[in-house]
């Protein structure tokens, strides 16, 4: 699939364009339509089905697959969610091909089927479901359904269940997917996503010019930096990781994971109280005593030194809180997580101030979020807002994690396992960010190519997953990558 993802707006343009450019919109339903039954048929044999029917153009793609499964000998009813005479354009056209019986919209639709195919509502519902729409859905069940779009009731654009939806073994969308697809909690409703090619001509997408994406290698993997012969530690990227006193555990994981992700040398600077527990355990990173934030700073602005991690295990203090601002004036790319963000959860604009342009990532998981941004909306919007407003990449965690730009872009990441809840994988996560940009890889990157390694990591793991696993994890994901 490509990374694209479309709005519900966007979408809209593409078939408006694709339209305009010679391809009659009765033919991209037709296409939708033959998609879909396709897809039915390729999976299951013939069987009692039900094809429930909205009054869009959602609806006119449900009486062409009706239609479709109809002549190839399937035994298929139809019902329609509104008045039969009051379709449009080529929802009426196609409304019209269907020789059957079209009975009205009611849980008693779905009676007898061992399949439904919801063609309803398309991702553009805007109003909770309710009525007979709502009735059928919830008679659905644990009924396979075939959902044409996406299930009738998600949002396609924020992933929210507007008042009911059907859980769908299967859900074929077209052209590109939406960010409705990625996000939860509609995600656990797509079953297996299949997207479609109706006719519409990429080229559409050089005057839509989307800026959301679905976080996979296409995205970045052409910015990984892998090894060259003539390579050594340094040129490989240094990076600079500040180590709590207490919780040694946090930074000890991100190192690890730093240098798993490929940084040729990674530095724990910590109290000199706290020097031996860290030497004991890294064997490969250096471990340097450092009593207060200017000598990491004065250590961080070393030419050879590449990026810093402030936060894990650091503690919420005036110190954490200097750490960060000194880290962000050296002009290096920085990864600030954890504590070093709900320090400045009373004060975000010193925080904001002190990003000013810099290489930064904040990596916020949803209750830092909120005590440092305080934003409403969906995942995306709130992501942006908030990268925007900080100039930083922000990386709000999460099963759907999502990675914005100040610039506008963002990414949704659909491949973390339910096995990452748990204790340090965020400090993981910040330290294969960190690698990253101390090899050299432009923020964004960083942290959409961090996140994605990170879920890969987790799910070849399976059951039983700790934080302490994670690292070696990295390499295959990475072999597999190369």
Known sequence: MSAELLTVEEMSRADALAIAGGTPGVELMEAAGRAVADRICLRWASR???????????????????????????????????DRDRLKGDAAVNAARWDGEVGAMSADAVDGAELVVDAIFGAGLAREVDGAARAAIEAIGDRLCVAVDVPSGVDGNTGDILGAAPRAAMTVTFFRRKPGHLLVPARFLMG?????????????LDEIRPAAFANEPDLWSGALRWPRPDDHKYSRGHAVISGGSEMTGA?????????????????????????????????????????????????????????????????????????????????????????????????PKTLFRAIGGTQAVL??????FARLFALDGDKPSRTRAAAARSGAVVLLKGTDTTIADPGGRVAINANAPPELATAGAGDVLAGLVLGLLG???????????????????????GPGLIAEDLPDLVPPVLRRLR
Not at 62 to 78: K, N
Not at 363 to 368: D, I, M, Q, R, S
Not at 443 to 460: K, L, Q
């Open 363 to 368: 990596t916020p998981h949803e209750g830092e």
């Open 48 to 82: 009692p089905t039900a094809v429930l029917c909205g009054p869009g153009n959602n609806g006119g793609d449900g009486f062409v697959i009706a239609r479709l499964l109809a002549g190839r000998g399937w035994p298929v009813r139809v019902a329609l969610y509104g």
């Open 439 to 461: 090899q050299g890889l432009p923020p964004f990157e960083a942290a959409c190519a961090g996140a994605w390694v990170h879920g890969e990591a987790a799910s070849a793991f």
């Open 251 to 347: 930074a000890r994981l991100a190192a690890r994971a730093a240098m798993r992700i490929g940084a040729g040398m990674v530095s724990v600077l910590c109290r000199p109280e706290a020097r031996m527990v860290y030497a004991a355990d890294l064997v490969g990173p250096l471990v340097v005593s450092s009593d207060n934030p200017q000598d990491f700073a004065g250590y961080l602005a070393d030419p050879r030194r590449s990026a810093a991690l402030v936060g894990p295990g650091a503690g919420v203090s005036g110190e954490t809180r200097e750490l960060a601002i000194r880290a962000l004036a050296t002009g290096k790319p920085v990864v600030l997580d954890a504590d070093a963000l709900t320090a400045f959860a009373e004060i």
């Open 192 to 204: 297996d996503l299949h997207v479609a090619d109706i006719g519409i001509p990429d080229a559409v």
